[in-house]
């Protein structure tokens, strides 16, 4: 009688474990396929916040390229309006990238941050080119992400907008300065003109137009 009460009892803990044992795999796959069916929706979520965002700032350029010059105070308020309201919308999708894409969403945080509003200190197409230049970069890390692809190689953007900026300043102050000099063989300056040519010879470096680089003589000139 005791054999076949140890018998008894014997199966009944093998079974007790192995349902003990099954249960636990099942919860526990359970578990394993729930996390990775939320990674997947945050995946998918975060792809598409990505997409809208990378849409928004192709908008945005589309819009400089095409857009007529701001000329009026009242068109310069508007149209920063319109552009904020774009970035911090694209900002928005930027944020939700996962936390393995820290390095894109740092790199695009930075980059938006150069988009400045526009004002007096630069002209109109300069402002284009050089928002441009910081919207593609974004859609660059924004687009390789959406597709699968990997961060795109270090760039130093906000290096290469300031050279171009300053470039962009010396040509057309380089412009202004043929032009003055033009003026003053022609029928000389007022003392107004002739103070404006000091102060642009100063920044440029230079006593004369012609002592300029030859190719910033050339680009002026042509």
């Known amino acids: ?43 998918t979520a975060a792809k598409a916040a990505a997409q809208e965002a990378y849409d928004l700032l192709g908008e945005l350029r589309s819009t400089l390229a095409g857009r007529a010059p701001v ?7 508007a149209w920063n309006r319109e552009q904020r309201a774009m970035v911090l919308r694209a900002w928005t999708g930027v944020n939700l990238l996962p936390e393995s894409e820290d390095a894109r969403r740092t790199r695009c ?21 050089l928002t441009t230049m910081a919207l593609s970069d974004v859609m660059g890390n924004l687009g390789t992400y959406v597709s699968g692809r990997p961060i795109p190689e270090h760039d130093d953007v906000k290096g290469r907008i300031e050279a171009e900026r300053k470039r ?17 063989e022609r029928y000389g300056l007022s003392p107004e ?21 030859a190719e910033e003589l050339a680009a002026i000139t042509s």
């Open 193 to 213: 003109g002739q103070q404006l040519a000091e102060e642009i010879k100063a920044e440029l470096g230079v006593q004369h137009s012609r002592e300029l680089a």
């Open 71 to 77: 000329s009026s105070p009242e068109d310069r308020a």
């Open 109 to 129: 945080r930075k980059v938006l941050r150069l988009i400045e509003p526009f004002d007096d200190h630069v002209t109109w197409d300069d402002y284009v080119f």
């Open 1 to 43: 009688m005791s054999q076949w009460i140890d018998f008894l009892t014997g199966n009944f803990v093998s079974g007790l474990l192995g349902a003990v044992i099954g249960g636990g795999a099942s919860i526990g796959g359970a578990r394993m396929q729930a996390k990775a069916s939320d990674r997947t929706a945050r995946d």
């Open 168 to 184: 962009r300043r010396r040509m057309e102050l380089g412009r202004r300065l043929v032009a003055l000099e033009e003026e003053h």
